[in-house]
């Protein structure tokens, strides 16, 4: 493939011998990739405040399909989120959701809703005032594009339907709610069936419970924990502290 | 057939050093074979200091032998400044260009969530600290002007803000021998923001 030209995000940047850059970027098209953009730690010309996270890019690259690494050729800003850093808060919001797209996608699989939700969440985080409601509403989004979300429906072992009133049961090996007779053979923990039913609906901005919002994460960071095998770096400094 | 044991050994170790391949390692490992018995040994000395000697100076925890620091103890430093940098390099590298004015501050790093790295495993709350039981004035937060050095300076700015004590930042824009044509818009709108006078 020759050069290509996309809009992409900085999910990570690592120093690589004395001037060059790796990234991992997440593009609108083609997914995540990993390029390498040489002078890219030392280059004021081409790559200055560029190839950071929290901003839109235009990059150019040559697909080098062989060999792993893209090679990245210029990059330029299209819209910039600065201010997010000077919350700490919001800081680490931000990179928690650069840590769950690289870490959850593999290379080179298109998801170009997960890139609108990554765009959208820098949006929110520089415009607004972040809440943990938010945070938990746009994990939830982003499992969900990504095709990981439990299920909060329907009981994970006979399929039946379970009314609001019985969203009792959380199984996280089988990765969602039981039913009550389902439960009484599979390994589950009890919890509110108001909280789960929160969760089925994805009506989080109504959840006002402090407990409620612990409990709520604790389930989402178990999940990914047993399924994914991912322990989030960042996922401490967003989860609410019970 | 290997090479003897000794040697092999050596080529290993040296082959962990960061930038050294195996290749580097067998030609380093048979310079230091062909050298002279005190040329090696003062080498080996000099590896086993750092580990032995070297510690935090317990007021600015920059590296050093003694405690505290020459810098800590120059008493012709401004004592109402302290300048906060991220690692003892970066110390060295603004005393080198504007040497015996500042006393410093060493952070051991940023902010850095995507590392697991919080405010809580660098030395802000050492520095807080610093600032409360001594009389300083000014603290001119010294970090890398990215994400992750702008939102440490912030975060400290945040702590600083109760002790009502004055805190800056170096500046940033064109640098020297830079060209406008070639400068990314960021660094253009930060230089026109922190323009100064020229007399």
Known sequence: MGLVKDQAIVLKKLSYGESDRIVHLFTRTFGKISGIAKGGNKSIRRFMNTLEPLRIIEIEYFDNRMKGLSKIQNAYVLEDFQGIEKDFRKFSVATFFMEVADRLTKEKEPNPRLFQILCSTYRELKNTEVTFQKILRLLLDSLEVLGFLPNFKTCVHCNRE????????????????????????NLHKTYSPELLTFFSHLEISELKDEGYLALAFEIIENFIRYHLDVEFKSFKFIKPVP | MGYPGPVERLIENLSKLPGIGRKTATRLAFFLLNSRVDYVKELSQSIQDIKEKIKLCSICFNITDIDPCT??????????????????????????????????????????????????????????????????????????????????????????????????????????????????????????ENRRDIF
């Open chain 2, 71 to 192: 810098i800590c103890k120059d008493q012709k430093r401004d004592s109402s400044v302290i300048c906060v940098v991220e690692e003892p390099s970066h110390l060295m590298v603004l005393e080198q260009a504007y040497p015996g004015v500042f006393r410093y501050h060493v952070l051991h790093g940023v902010i850095n969530p995507l590392e697991g790295i919080g405010p809580e495993d660098l030395k802000i709350a050492e520095l807080v600290q610093r600032v409360k039981d001594s009389g300083i004035s000014e603290v001119l937060i010294a970090t890398n002007l990215n994400l992750e050095g702008n939102s440490t300076a912030y975060y400290i700015a945040d702590q600083l803000k109760p002790l009502n004590v004055k805190v800056t930042r170096i500046a940033s824009g064109i640098p020297a021998g830079g060209d406008i044509i070639y400068t990314d818009p960021q660094t253009i709108k930060n230089s026109l």
């Open chain 1, 162 to 185: 379970v009314s609001n009133g019985n969203k009792r049961f959380f199984s996280n090996q089988k990765g969602g709610i039981l039913c009550e007779t389902c439960a009484r053979t």
